[in-house]
């Protein structure tokens, strides 16, 4: 666990993990551009904080119409 002010480094299978996704899921990320990363030599590392910021921003609203089901409730 960091201590206040440092900075957490993740590697893609802790990622991988966290998201419950495939290693090749994130990979597809840091190419796109989509995840920010840090290259450290040869090993690719994702601070925490920019994971947190990435899943934050895509976060899906909750519709007005929906019933909780994932389905439009029909009147």
């Not at 002010?5 to 899921?25: D, F, H, I, R």
């Not at 040869?42 to 609203?61: G, N």
């Amino acid at each position: 666990m960091p201590q206040e002010g440092q900075v957490q480094l993740l590697t893609v299978e802790q990622v991988a993990e966290y998201c419950q996704l495939s290693q090749s899921t994130i990979y597809h990320w840091l190419c796109d551009g989509k995840l920010k990363h840090v290259k450290l030599g040869a090993s690719v590392r994702i601070r925490r904080q920019d994971l947190d910021r990435f899943v934050l921003q895509r976060i899906q609203p909750k519709t007005s119409g929906s019933n909780g089901s994932g389905e439009s409730s029909a009147l």
